[in-house]
């Protein structure tokens, strides 16, 4: 038996029309024993903002202006993740540093020069994000002094990693109500309790 296929009705585009974007709301305020999966980018939901490595340091810097983000992952044709890149690295001294060695002009910098590569990336693993809360993560960004933290899944027989959320402290920043950098290396969570309580 054949099956006809009538066609769709259709209409014009409206002006001023939109379109969906994945979006992943981030609650209005956590606390520290707030699981920490609350705090967290989590690329299944949020659409990861990338760059090629051979891009500049000024269209990287537009495009996390563009996007609102202050980290960038750095991936090849083939979508592997060969580093991440910083609003740190992009102003501050990484450039110059570059441009003194090597020679040239600001515009000359690329993603590569001044990114962090895959292989001096230290990540977490999300079977530990599962059951840690956000204090954990406070105290793990403070410790190794980063403004951001990966997190990995890892997949299949091969035990492939997939990049799949990334910390900021920034937003838990925002998210907690105190900067993040005023709270000094706590070696319990009731010191750091007691620190957000002043």
Do not use: W
């Not at 296929?5 to 305020?29: K, N, R």
């Not at 890149?85 to 441009?99: N, R, S, Y």
């Not at 890892?154 to 959320?165: F, I």
């Amino acid at each position: 038996m054949i099956i006809e296929y009538l066609p769709l009705p259709s209409s014009s585009l409206a002006q001023g029309a939109s379109f969906y974007q994945p979006s992943q709301i981030s609650p209005a305020h956590v606390k520290l024993d707030d699981p920490a999966i609350r705090v967290m980018t989590d690329l299944k939901e949020v659409t990861a903002v990338t760059i090629g490595p051979e891009k500049t340091v000024d269209a990287a810097q537009q495009r996390m202006i563009k996007h609102g983000v202050r980290l960038l992952l750095v991936i090849d044709d083939q979508e592997t993740v060969l580093g991440l890149v910083t609003a740190t690295d992009i102003l501050g001294e990484k450039p110059l540093q570059f441009i003194q060695k090597a020679g040239g002009r600001r515009e000359d910098v690329l993603v590569r020069n001044i990114m962090t590569q895959q292989e001096k990336l230290e990540v977490l693993c999300m079977k530990d994000i599962a059951s840690a809360k956000v204090g954990h993560i406070v105290t793990t960004l403070k410790k190794s002094g980063r403004q951001h933290a990966m997190v990995v899944d890892v997949e299949g027989a091969g035990q492939a990693q997939r990049v799949r959320g990334i910390f900021s402290a920034s937003q838990i920043s925002r998210l907690l109500g105190v900067e993040i950098q005023a709270i000094e290396i706590a070696q319990t969570f009731a010191e750091i309790q007691a620190q957000l309580a002043r």
